[in-house]
Protein backbone atom coordinates (compact mmCIF):
# COMPACT_ATOMS: atom_id res chain seq x y z
CA UNK A 1 0.00 0.00 0.00
CA UNK A 2 1.41 3.57 -0.89
CA UNK A 3 0.32 5.59 1.88
CA UNK A 4 2.31 2.65 4.58
CA UNK A 5 5.69 2.46 3.16
CA UNK A 6 8.50 2.28 6.03
CA UNK A 7 10.79 0.09 7.46
CA UNK A 8 10.50 -3.28 7.40
CA UNK A 9 11.20 -6.60 8.95
CA UNK A 10 12.07 -8.92 6.45
CA UNK A 11 11.75 -11.95 9.07
CA UNK A 12 7.81 -11.25 9.71
CA UNK A 13 7.09 -8.47 7.37
CA UNK A 14 6.41 -5.95 9.68
CA UNK A 15 6.79 -2.38 8.30
CA UNK A 16 6.71 0.60 10.49
CA UNK A 17 5.35 4.00 10.30
CA UNK A 18 4.31 7.11 12.72
CA UNK A 19 1.45 9.05 12.86
CA UNK A 20 1.76 12.60 15.09
CA UNK A 21 -0.78 15.18 15.61
CA UNK A 22 0.92 18.57 15.69
CA UNK A 23 -1.10 21.78 16.48
CA UNK A 24 0.25 25.14 14.36
CA UNK A 25 -0.80 28.51 14.66
CA UNK A 26 -2.90 29.67 12.32
CA UNK A 27 -0.62 32.96 11.95
CA UNK A 28 2.05 30.57 10.71
CA UNK A 29 -0.67 28.25 8.37
CA UNK A 30 -4.17 29.83 6.80
CA UNK A 31 -7.19 31.32 7.80
CA UNK A 32 -5.99 33.80 10.19
CA UNK A 33 -7.21 36.73 9.32
CA UNK A 34 -10.78 35.32 8.78
CA UNK A 35 -10.62 33.11 12.06
CA UNK A 36 -9.74 36.57 13.97
CA UNK A 37 -12.37 38.11 11.92
CA UNK A 38 -15.38 35.89 12.55
CA UNK A 39 -15.31 34.94 16.37
CA UNK A 40 -17.40 31.61 16.02
CA UNK A 41 -16.17 29.91 12.49
CA UNK A 42 -14.43 26.57 12.67
CA UNK A 43 -13.05 24.83 8.93
CA UNK A 44 -12.28 21.89 8.72
CA UNK A 45 -10.36 20.23 5.80
CA UNK A 46 -12.39 17.80 3.50
CA UNK A 47 -9.69 16.69 1.36
CA UNK A 48 -6.97 17.75 -0.92
CA UNK A 49 -7.27 17.20 -4.54
CA UNK A 50 -4.37 18.28 -7.13
CA UNK A 51 -4.80 21.14 -9.77
CA UNK A 52 -3.41 20.76 -13.45
CA UNK A 53 -0.33 22.41 -12.40
CA UNK A 54 0.04 20.21 -9.36
CA UNK A 55 -0.74 22.61 -6.65
CA UNK A 56 -2.34 21.02 -4.37
CA UNK A 57 -6.10 22.15 -3.26
CA UNK A 58 -7.66 22.07 -0.60
CA UNK A 59 -11.49 21.26 0.09
CA UNK A 60 -12.23 23.09 3.63
CA UNK A 61 -15.78 23.11 5.14
CA UNK A 62 -16.72 25.93 6.94
CA UNK A 63 -19.05 25.78 9.88
CA UNK A 64 -20.50 29.16 11.49
CA UNK A 65 -23.75 30.86 12.26
CA UNK A 66 -23.20 33.70 10.13
CA UNK A 67 -21.55 31.97 6.85
CA UNK A 68 -21.68 35.59 5.05
CA UNK A 69 -19.42 36.66 7.38
CA UNK A 70 -16.76 34.13 6.87
CA UNK A 71 -16.76 35.03 3.10
CA UNK A 72 -16.34 38.74 3.55
CA UNK A 73 -13.88 37.65 5.52
CA UNK A 74 -12.32 35.41 3.39
CA UNK A 75 -12.44 37.98 0.53
CA UNK A 76 -9.63 40.08 2.55
CA UNK A 77 -7.77 37.35 4.00
CA UNK A 78 -4.32 37.38 2.49
CA UNK A 79 -3.50 33.65 2.62
CA UNK A 80 -6.29 33.09 -0.02
CA UNK A 81 -5.59 33.75 -3.39
CA UNK A 82 -9.06 32.38 -4.04
CA UNK A 83 -12.11 30.38 -3.24
CA UNK A 84 -15.38 28.54 -5.17
CA UNK A 85 -18.44 27.74 -2.65
CA UNK A 86 -19.19 23.55 -3.89
CA UNK A 87 -22.22 23.12 -1.69
CA UNK A 88 -23.80 24.14 1.49
CA UNK A 89 -25.87 22.73 4.18
CA UNK A 90 -27.29 23.86 7.70
CA UNK A 91 -24.58 25.93 9.34
CA UNK A 92 -21.90 24.69 6.81
CA UNK A 93 -20.56 25.02 3.47
CA UNK A 94 -17.72 23.78 1.03
CA UNK A 95 -15.04 25.40 -0.06
CA UNK A 96 -12.48 24.65 -2.79
CA UNK A 97 -9.82 27.26 -1.74
CA UNK A 98 -6.59 28.26 -3.86
CA UNK A 99 -3.74 29.00 -0.49
CA UNK A 100 -1.49 31.54 -1.34
CA UNK A 101 2.00 30.29 -2.04
CA UNK A 102 4.47 30.05 0.61
CA UNK A 103 2.28 28.77 3.57
CA UNK A 104 5.46 27.98 5.86
CA UNK A 105 4.40 25.59 8.56
CA UNK A 106 2.27 23.65 5.61
CA UNK A 107 5.36 23.28 3.36
CA UNK A 108 7.71 22.24 6.44
CA UNK A 109 5.66 19.45 7.67
CA UNK A 110 4.94 18.09 4.17
CA UNK A 111 8.38 18.38 2.67
CA UNK A 112 9.31 15.10 4.63
CA UNK A 113 6.86 12.99 2.20
CA UNK A 114 4.56 13.75 5.15
CA UNK A 115 0.24 12.76 4.54
CA UNK A 116 -2.42 15.27 5.72
CA UNK A 117 -4.74 12.74 6.80
CA UNK A 118 -6.97 15.11 8.91
CA UNK A 119 -7.04 18.86 9.78
CA UNK A 120 -9.15 21.52 11.74
CA UNK A 121 -9.30 24.17 13.52
CA UNK A 122 -9.11 24.89 17.18
CA UNK A 123 -8.32 27.97 19.29
CA UNK A 124 -6.84 29.95 16.03
CA UNK A 125 -4.59 26.87 15.61
CA UNK A 126 -5.05 24.46 13.10
CA UNK A 127 -4.60 20.49 14.38
CA UNK A 128 -2.98 18.36 11.66
CA UNK A 129 -2.87 14.78 12.05
CA UNK A 130 -0.23 13.16 9.75
CA UNK A 131 1.41 9.88 8.71
CA UNK A 132 5.03 9.77 7.75
CA UNK A 133 6.76 6.40 6.42
CA UNK A 134 8.91 6.69 9.94
CA UNK A 135 10.07 8.53 12.61
CA UNK A 136 13.44 10.42 11.63
CA UNK A 137 10.84 12.13 8.84
CA UNK A 138 8.54 13.34 11.57
CA UNK A 139 11.77 14.20 13.38
CA UNK A 140 13.44 16.30 10.33
CA UNK A 141 9.65 18.19 10.14
CA UNK A 142 10.00 19.08 13.36
CA UNK A 143 13.43 20.27 12.86
CA UNK A 144 12.55 22.74 9.53
CA UNK A 145 9.45 24.25 11.80
CA UNK A 146 11.77 25.41 14.60
CA UNK A 147 14.35 26.66 12.62
CA UNK A 148 11.78 28.94 10.49
CA UNK A 149 10.60 30.12 13.93
CA UNK A 150 7.18 28.21 13.80
CA UNK A 151 5.99 27.52 16.95
CA UNK A 152 5.02 24.20 16.76
CA UNK A 153 3.35 21.73 19.35
CA UNK A 154 3.17 18.01 18.72
CA UNK A 155 0.43 16.43 20.82
CA UNK A 156 0.97 12.76 19.95
CA UNK A 157 2.55 10.50 18.28
CA UNK A 158 1.55 6.86 17.27
CA UNK A 159 4.47 4.07 15.75
CA UNK A 160 2.92 1.52 14.53
CA UNK A 161 3.94 -1.79 13.38
CA UNK A 162 1.43 -3.22 10.84
CA UNK A 163 1.83 -7.02 9.97
CA UNK A 164 2.17 -7.46 5.76
CA UNK A 165 0.50 -10.87 6.10
CA UNK A 166 -2.47 -9.66 7.78
CA UNK A 167 -5.40 -9.13 5.98
CA UNK A 168 -6.51 -5.39 5.77
CA UNK A 169 -9.71 -3.52 5.97
CA UNK A 170 -9.76 -2.37 2.23
CA UNK A 171 -12.02 -3.67 -0.37
CA UNK A 172 -9.97 -4.69 -3.72
CA UNK A 173 -11.04 -1.47 -5.27
CA UNK A 174 -9.12 0.25 -2.24
CA UNK A 175 -6.43 -1.69 -2.64
CA UNK A 176 -5.72 -1.55 -6.35
CA UNK A 177 -6.24 2.45 -6.32
CA UNK A 178 -3.80 2.87 -3.08
CA UNK A 179 -1.47 0.59 -5.25
CA UNK A 180 -1.66 2.61 -8.73
CA UNK A 181 -1.28 5.90 -6.53
CA UNK A 182 1.88 4.62 -5.16
CA UNK A 183 3.55 3.00 -8.13
CA UNK A 184 2.42 6.36 -10.25
CA UNK A 185 4.34 8.52 -7.52
CA UNK A 186 1.06 10.22 -6.43
CA UNK A 187 2.60 9.80 -2.87
CA UNK A 188 6.44 11.11 -3.84
CA UNK A 189 7.54 15.07 -3.15
CA UNK A 190 6.62 16.35 -5.79
CA UNK A 191 4.10 14.44 -6.75
CA UNK A 192 4.81 12.86 -10.45
CA UNK A 193 1.28 12.32 -10.96
CA UNK A 194 -1.40 14.50 -10.17
CA UNK A 195 -5.01 13.62 -9.21
CA UNK A 196 -6.35 13.78 -12.80
CA UNK A 197 -3.60 12.17 -14.47
CA UNK A 198 -4.26 9.04 -12.00
CA UNK A 199 -8.14 9.04 -12.66
CA UNK A 200 -7.61 8.47 -16.29
CA UNK A 201 -4.98 6.25 -15.35
CA UNK A 202 -7.81 3.97 -13.99
CA UNK A 203 -10.56 5.01 -16.15
CA UNK A 204 -12.70 6.42 -13.00
CA UNK A 205 -13.84 10.04 -13.14
CA UNK A 206 -11.56 12.55 -10.76
CA UNK A 207 -14.02 12.72 -8.29
CA UNK A 208 -14.56 8.75 -8.02
CA UNK A 209 -10.73 8.82 -7.22
CA UNK A 210 -10.54 11.22 -4.51
CA UNK A 211 -13.53 9.61 -2.36
CA UNK A 212 -11.92 6.21 -3.14
CA UNK A 213 -8.38 7.88 -2.02
CA UNK A 214 -10.10 8.97 1.19
CA UNK A 215 -12.03 6.05 2.26
CA UNK A 216 -8.66 4.20 1.75
CA UNK A 217 -6.78 5.95 3.86
CA UNK A 218 -9.47 6.24 6.69
CA UNK A 219 -9.90 2.26 6.54
CA UNK A 220 -6.17 2.07 6.64
CA UNK A 221 -5.85 4.85 9.39
CA UNK A 222 -8.60 3.22 11.66
CA UNK A 223 -6.99 -0.34 11.37
CA UNK A 224 -4.29 1.30 12.16
CA UNK A 225 -5.06 2.98 15.53
CA UNK A 226 -7.66 0.25 16.28
CA UNK A 227 -6.78 -3.21 15.53
CA UNK A 228 -2.59 -3.15 14.88
CA UNK A 229 -0.32 -2.85 17.03
CA UNK A 230 0.20 0.90 18.21
CA UNK A 231 3.20 1.83 20.67
CA UNK A 232 2.30 5.57 21.67
CA UNK A 233 4.20 8.69 22.96
CA UNK A 234 2.81 11.59 24.15
CA UNK A 235 5.00 14.00 23.11
CA UNK A 236 5.33 17.87 25.17
CA UNK A 237 3.17 20.67 23.52
CA UNK A 238 5.88 22.97 25.27
CA UNK A 239 8.73 20.98 23.55
CA UNK A 240 8.80 19.66 20.41
CA UNK A 241 12.75 18.85 20.60
CA UNK A 242 11.55 15.78 22.74
CA UNK A 243 11.17 14.06 19.55
CA UNK A 244 13.63 11.81 18.81
CA UNK A 245 14.65 9.95 15.35
CA UNK A 246 14.97 5.85 15.44
Known amino acids: MGCMRGQES ?3 GVSESTIAVASVPASAAVLDETL ?10 ETVVASGSDAPIPLIWAFSDDLDAVE ?9 VSYDRLSEGTGRRLYR ?3 EEG ?3 IDHLLDEAGIVLDAYTRDHSWCVRLLFEERSALSAAVTRCEAAGIDLSIEMIKDVSIDAE ?3 ALTDGQRVTLSAAYENGYYDVPRAVTLSELSEELGISHQSLSERLRR ?3 AVIEELVHEGTVESTVASTDSPRTITSD
Do not use: C, K
Request: proline share 3%; charged share 30%; hydrophobic share 40%.
Open 10 to 12: GEH
Open 36 to 45: RSVRDVRFEL
Open 72 to 80: AALESDGTI
Open 97 to 99: MNW
Open 103 to 105: VEA
Open 166 to 168: EPH
Open 216 to 218: AHR
